[in-house]
Each structure stands twice: as structure tokens, then as C-alpha cells.
T-cell receptor
Framework: EPEVTQTPSHQVTQMGQEVILRCVPI?????FYWYRQILGQKVEFLVS????????KSEIFDDQFSVERPDGSNFTLKIRSTKLEDSAMYFC????????????FGDGTRLSIL | AQSVTQPDIHITVSEGASLELRCNYS??????LFWYVQSPGQGLQLLLK??????LVQGIKGFEAEFKRSQSSFNLRKPSVHWSDAAEYFC????????????FGTGTQLKVEL
């Protein structure tokens, strides 16, 4: 069964540094998402991406965040200048077209900001 | 306020016992409803979904869920729990006509006693 893959599984970064989290969505999916889960808290939506542009973003997704689909297979989340509170598990997901299409998640990247 | 509520933070059941995890939503219209499971160190795996039609839906791993419009609930059930079911379970919704983002409940941590 096709799956969403994320790299790296764990990223440790100094505060203020830029970080890029990478995702390879399922190949025939059209919608791509990033979510995050701060330790002990619920999973929160960050951004959705369709047709090479952001379709929706949350209040969390401020100017420090950006997403890109640099080629036909990868989907990346960049945090420009990391803060301590960015420490979390970041999940990528992808789905087919339509709100009733289930989102398939990767195993996540644990981001630790020192 | 619009929300997804999972009233039980932790639940402990004995192996072989039945299980019911509660989920309530508070939205004007019936959203699309999902249950996901997260094993330690893993991503989110879709168990089942409800969009319309038969209010009892079957999922993977022997799980089922029943949608009750009158109670705004979508409770997850399993007749006989296995030790490998120990994980965190998340109820999630997508608002119809409100984009594709998933809004998650706070999760229920399931512990299975042998």
C-alpha cells in the first residue's frame, strides 16, 4: 500500500536556525497538508496545499513558515527562524480531491529546538 | 464554540473486554467524521470514516463506529480488545463546505491489561 514518507525522523536545531522538513506524499494525491503535535497536546492543522498554492492555513502558520513543492514528488515545510515553542512532532499528510477523501499521514518528524 | 471533544483522556481495559471510546462534536452541520490511531513513535493511521448513509461504519482492525446525529456523537467500539490495540485514538472532523482541514479531538490513551 502506498504511504507518505517523511524525513528526517528527528531533527535537532539551534534556536534561530532555519529548518526544512521533507515529505513525499502518495503519488496520485492532489492535496497536501502539514500538522503539528506539541508534546502532550492534540494534533493541530498548519496548512493545506493544492495546485501549487496554499489553500488554507491556520493562525499558527505565520510568516516564519512556508511550504513548497519543489518538484513533482516532494513537499516541504520550512521554518525560517526557529523558536523554542516550535518543538513538536510535525506530520505531513496527503489526500485525493474532496473533503471526504481520507488524509494519509506520514510517521512524522520530531523537531527539537535547543 | 465549534469543537471536537473526547471526554476520556485515559482508558484501561482488560484484554478480551469490549471497548467504547467517546467522541462528540459541536458544529452547526454534520461534519465528515474520522477515527485515527497513533501507536508510539508512529504516524496517524485511519481506522474508519463516516460521510453519509449507514450510521454504523466498519473499519480496520475490527473497529466500528456509530454516528448518532441526535447526540452529535461518533463513538468508536471494538467487541474484544487485543493487547496490540494499546495506542492513542483521535477523533477528527472535516467541516462540510469548510475546506479539507482535519480538526482533532484531544485524544484518548488506551491501555490494555493482560
Amino acid at each position: 500500500e502506498p504511504e507518505v514518507t517523511q524525513t528526517p525522523s528527528h531533527q535537532v536545531t539551534q534556536m534561530g536556525q532555519e529548518v526544512i522538513l521533507r515529505c513525499v506524499p502518495i503519488s496520485n494525491h492532489l492535496y497536501f497538508y502539514w500538522y503539528r503535535q506539541i508534546l502532550g497536546q492534540k494534533v493541530e492543522f498548519l496548512v493545506s496545499f493544492y495546485n501549487n498554492e496554499i489553500s488554507e492555513k491556520s493562525e499558527i502558520f505565520d510568516d516564519q513558515f512556508s511550504v513548497e513543492r519543489p518538484d513533482g514528488s516532494n513537499f516541504t515545510l520550512k521554518i525560517r527562524s526557529t523558536k523554542l515553542e516550535d518543538s513538536a512532532m510535525y506530520f505531513c499528510a496527503s489526500s485525493g480531491a474532496g473533503a471526504n477523501q481520507p488524509q494519509h499521514f506520514g510517521d512524522g518528524t520530531r523537531l527539537s529546538i535547543l | 464554540a465549534q469543537s471536537v471533544t473526547q471526554p476520556d483522556i485515559h482508558i484501561t481495559v482488560s484484554e478480551g473486554a469490549s471497548l467504547e471510546l467517546r467522541c462528540n462534536y459541536s458544529y452547526g452541520a454534520t461534519p465528515y467524521l474520522f477515527w485515527y490511531v497513533q501507536s508510539p513513535g508512529q504516524g496517524l493511521q485511519l481506522l474508519l470514516k463516516y460521510f453519509s448513509g449507514d450510521t454504523l461504519v466498519q473499519g480496520i482492525k475490527g473497529f466500528e463506529a456509530e454516528f448518532k446525529r441526535s447526540q452529535s456523537s461518533f463513538n468508536l467500539r471494538k467487541p474484544s480488545v487485543h493487547w496490540s490495540d494499546a495506542a492513542e485514538y483521535f477523533c477528527a472532523v472535516v467541516l462540510t463546505g469548510g475546506g479539507n482541514k482535519l480538526t482533532f479531538g484531544t485524544g484518548t490513551q488506551l491501555k490494555v491489561e493482560l
